[in-house]
């Protein structure tokens, strides 16, 4: 039979024939993992909307982002003009994260870790962690001793897997136009209680570098997910000293989270649906 018949038919199948052969030798885990690790990038200041779909529908917000390598951060999810209302503000000064829920005057402020970061915004990443994920880096330091590595031919990716302690990472790393070309396609950790798995979607030259410009978040056990997705990034910005804090006022509902293993602490609401026409950028 002619080789070309099975691929039409699992084609039209909906089934892909693509797969890609390593086109070097079998690489060191350690060399893969340096590729995909501490960019040469410190800051990112980025503007675009996140998607997110649950069990209660999509949502969909303007969002303006400000991150560093230092852990800090700041999230405005803001409804399109001429409002221009920020309805929640998210902030890091790489000690403390506070989350503004405008609605409804409350606050809730607890410690950077990504345990506590998940009790209230529901995505188990600390700032520092989100912010190498943003850049396209591996956030989750390992060593690489007894690294495993692996091809994968239908990504056409190397599959570097990692065990430190109680945590492992599993990393996809886009190899088939050659080792020039490493980068990071997909991030899987995997600790105890918890699994969350990023994807990118679409790469772009920013200030002479490629960063992702699309990414996707999934969770073990939260239904949905994240969608990421920049229209205008800026690397390495100049930033305003104050720009990582915020003072709730003397009438606000203050919540702490400080509890790792307590039960996830939810938004009055969640952030209101917003309509809103597609920039096509």
């Known amino acids: 039979m002619n080789p070309v018949i ?18 070097y030798t079998t690489p060191a885990a350690g060399d893969v993992l340096s590729a995909v690790s501490a960019r040469n990038i410190d800051g990112l200041r980025a503007r675009g909307k996140v998607d997110t779909f649950t069990s209660k529908g999509r949502l969909k917000v303007n969002v303006f982002l400000l991150a560093d390598r230092l852990g800090r951060l700041r999230f405005d999810a803001v409804t399109p003009p001429p ?47 989100l912010f190498s994920l943003l850049v396209g880096e591996n956030p989750w330091p390992t060593s690489g001793a007894g690294a495993k ?9 190397e599959v570097v897997t990692a065990v430190e302690g109680a945590r492992t990472v599993k990393l996809w790393v886009l190899g ?8 990071l396609e997909k991030a899987e950790v995997t600790t105890p209680g918890s699994r969350v798995k990023v994807e990118y979607r679409g790469w772009k030259k920013v200030d002479g570098k490629m960063v992702p410009t699309r990414m996707r978040i999934t969770q073990k056990g939260v239904s949905g997910d994240a969608v990421f ?13 104050d720009a990582f804090t915020q003072v709730p006022p003397v ?13 996830m602490v939810k938004l009055q609401q969640p952030v209101p649906h917003v309509p809103q026409e597609d920039d096509g950028k």
Not at 6 to 23: E, I, N, Q, V, W
Not at 101 to 124: E, F, M
Not at 149 to 157: F, H, S, Y
Not at 251 to 263: E, G, L, M, Q, S
């Open 251 to 263: 009438d606000a509902t203050i919540r702490r989270v400080h509890d790792c293993d307590a039960p």
């Open 176 to 183: 088939h136009k050659g080792r020039a070309h490493w980068r």
């Open 83 to 129: 409002m221009n209302a920020t309805v929640l503000l998210v902030t890091s000064d790489g000690a403390q994260f506070i989350a503004n829920d405008r609605d409804h005057n409350l606050y809730y402020v607890g410690p950077t870790q990504a345990c506590a970061v998940a009790q209230v915004l529901g995505v188990r990443l600390s700032p520092a962690e």
């Open 6 to 23: 099975p691929c039409l038919l699992l084609l039209f199948g909906a089934t892909a024939c693509t797969s890609y052969s390593r086109p």
């Open 229 to 241: 997705h920049w229209s205008r990034m800026e690397l390495d910005p100049e930033t305003e000293a």
């Open 149 to 157: 590595v692996a091809w994968d031919e239908t990504c056409g990716c």
